[in-house]
């Protein structure tokens, strides 16, 4: 019997009861399908829409991608239920409808404002064109007169001739000829304008000129009068830089009488002999274009020309271009002191009141 029950259990291990598998094999592979479906039924791509809805108890994953989709598309979630999502209400549309009216006014006058501001800054470049065009035209015709009286006035050959260009002709004509009496004139013929700079000299304009003229290797420099007549005037005092006499023949001669003097005016400290009262006078000393020549010019403190040497040299340390009035005094032992009588200008130009019609 033993062996029959242990032949019995190994026999049944072995084989089991075919209608025990029978059962079980349906049983188990029907669980797994309705496992399965129940899987795929409960996946949120196998969820019907109606239980996304508001009020549905689905949540996961499905909800979430349906929330972002719908988010994406400007849909909010606080439709009311059973309202159509696409209804827009009436007080909105005509909301629009003004909106959309006064953006076309606000288009149009814009348009017209905009149009009328061209025709505007289109009408200013052609006036802004014309003027241009019209001050080209000018300053080319008096450049052309500026070359042509420049080119006549160099190359004149004769003291006469070459006062028909120059300024104050009635004055000037006779220090024209005390000069080229003692220098020599010769014709000149310009190379080139180099440049041409605006200025004043008295409240009148004039115009600086660099000119390369042949044969010559420093630019020539030409002061040039707009004057009131139209014409241009050359400043020939300022050109030669003209002086009465030799300035040795001067500290030679020691005058008495007054002389204009063009000269270079600086600061100085040396007092001597009737100029030695420094409390009295302010010393400054005074040089000359090309020429090694110096003097000691003294001007009263107390006197225009000294307080206004004085202030305009105090911190200047170049010289300063002037045109003195200078005179020795009666029977000095100093060389070279002399009385400054008169400023006459802060440059090398006469403009004084005095005038002389030019023929």
Not at 49 to 73: I, Q, R, V, W
Not at 163 to 190: C, F, I, N, Q, S
Not at 210 to 221: P, Q, S, Y
Request: aromatic share 8%.
């Amino acid at each position: 019997m033993a062996e029959e029950d242990g032949l019995g259990k190994r026999s049944e291990d072995a084989a089991p009861d075919e209608s025990s598998q029978v059962i079980r094999l349906p049983v188990q592979a029907a669980e797994s399908r309705e496992a399965g479906e129940a899987r795929r039924d409960l996946s949120p791509e196998n969820v019907p829409l109606e239980s996304m809805m508001p009020g549905s108890e689905f949540t996961g994953e499905g909800k979430l991608k349906l929330d972002s989709a719908l988010e994406d598309l400007g849909v909010g979630w606080d439709t009311p239920e059973g309202a159509s999502t696409s209804a827009i209400p009436m007080g909105w549309l005509a909301l629009i409808v003004v909106l959309l009216i006064l953006l076309g006014v606000w288009g149009v006058a814009t348009l017209n404002n905009g149009a009328g501001h061209l025709r505007s800054r289109e009408a200013a470049a052609d006036t802004w064109n014309e003027r241009s065009a019209l001050e080209t035209v000018s300053a080319e015709r008096w450049l052309e007169r500026l070359e042509v009286r420049m080119d006549a006035y160099l190359r004149a050959s004769s003291v006469e001739e070459k006062a028909r260009y120059v300024r104050d002709r009635g004055r000037v004509l006779p220090l024209m000829k005390d000069y080229y009496l003692r220098h020599p004139l010769t014709a000149e013929k310009v190379s080139v304008i180099k440049n041409i700079r605006p200025t004043e000299v008295g409240k009148r304009p004039f115009f600086v000129v660099e000119v390369a003229v042949e044969g010559e290797e420093e630019l020539g420099l030409l002061l040039v009068e707009d004057c009131e007549d139209g014409e241009l005037r050359f400043d020939w005092e300022s050109e030669v830089t003209y002086q009465p006499v030799e300035i040795a023949s001067y500290i030679e001669n020691k005058p008495t009488e007054s002389m204009a003097f063009r000269a270079y005016a600086q600061l100085d400290s040396f007092y001597s002999f009737e100029f030695s009262d420094q409390s009295r006078y302010q010393s400054f000393k005074l040089t000359f274009r090309e020429d090694e020549e110096f003097l000691f010019g003294y001007a009263d403190r107390s006197s225009v020309e000294g307080r206004g040497l004085l202030a305009l040299l105090e911190e200047k340390e170049e010289g300063l271009p002037v045109l003195v009035q200078l005179r020795f005094s009666q029977d000095t032992k100093s060389v070279r002191s002399v009385l400054i009588e008169k400023v006459l200008a802060t440059s090398w130009v006469w403009s004084g009141e005095e005038r002389h019609t030019d023929p």
